[in-house]
């Protein structure tokens, strides 16, 4: 009998353990999504500065960069504008996000993320850019790639925290 006891005694025991461990992960959860959310909320601040920032420069004072009549005339171009806005736009975040996958120590999905980035880019630049000013819109889609394979991973990490294995 005194057996049987112990073994009702280990089975509590064990689901004690259980349910705290649930409640440490559901907060370690809680903490890390809401961490994240600062994280962008601090992105997106500096997100909407920086492309704003940009866009006033390439528009009105594209001579800080070069004195060439040429790139300051194609620096001003409203297409190329957008493109670099844009990717401006999308680099706290990625910045935020590569953090993140670094801090997880995944390693090996941000090298093989880098390749596959790197790879289009060099892909884009090659087939797809005739021209100097094309090369902006190479590197928004550059910068979108980045932030969609980024934010999926960094996403699908922190919805993941706090579950049992």
């Given at each position: 009998?005194?057996?049987?006891?112990?073994?009702?005694?280990?089975?509590?025991?064990?689901?004690?353990?259980?349910?705290?461990?649930?409640?440490?992960?559901?907060?370690?959860q809680?903490r890390?999504?809401?961490?994240?959310?600062?994280?962008?909320?601090?992105?997106?601040?500096?997100?909407?500065?920086?492309?704003?920032?940009?866009?006033?420069?390439?528009?009105?004072?594209?001579?800080?960069?070069?004195?060439?009549?040429?790139i300051?005339s194609?620096?001003?171009?409203?297409?190329?504008?957008?493109?670099?806005?844009?990717?401006?736009?999308?680099?706290?975040?990625?910045?935020?996000?590569?953090?993140?996958?670094?801090?997880?120590?995944?390693?090996?999905?941000?090298?093989?993320?880098?390749?596959?980035?790197?790879?289009?880019?060099?892909?884009l630049?090659?087939?797809?850019?005739?021209?100097?000013?094309?090369?902006?819109?190479?590197?928004?889609?550059?910068?979108?790639?980045?932030?969609?394979?980024?934010?999926?991973?960094?996403?699908?990490?922190?919805?993941r925290?706090?579950?049992?294995?």
């Amino acid at each position: 009998a005194k057996h049987d006891s112990n073994i009702k005694t280990d089975d509590g025991e064990k689901v004690v353990v259980r349910t705290q461990h649930k409640i440490q992960n559901s907060q370690n959860q809680k903490r890390t999504k809401l961490l994240l959310k600062k994280i962008v909320v601090l992105a997106s601040m500096m997100a909407v500065i920086n492309s704003t920032v940009s866009k006033v420069i390439m528009q009105k004072c594209s001579s800080l960069f070069t004195n060439d009549a040429v790139i300051q005339s194609i620096l001003s171009m409203p297409w190329n504008i957008v493109y670099v806005a844009g990717s401006v736009l999308l680099h706290p975040f990625l910045m935020a996000f590569e953090g993140s996958i670094l801090a997880s120590r995944d390693l090996g999905y941000l090298v093989s993320s880098y390749g596959l980035t790197m790879g289009a880019l060099l892909l884009l630049l090659r087939f797809k850019t005739a021209a100097f000013s094309e090369v902006w819109r190479s590197l928004l889609l550059f910068q979108v790639i980045r932030t969609v394979l980024f934010g999926w991973r960094v996403w699908t990490k922190t919805m993941r925290v706090g579950e049992e294995k």
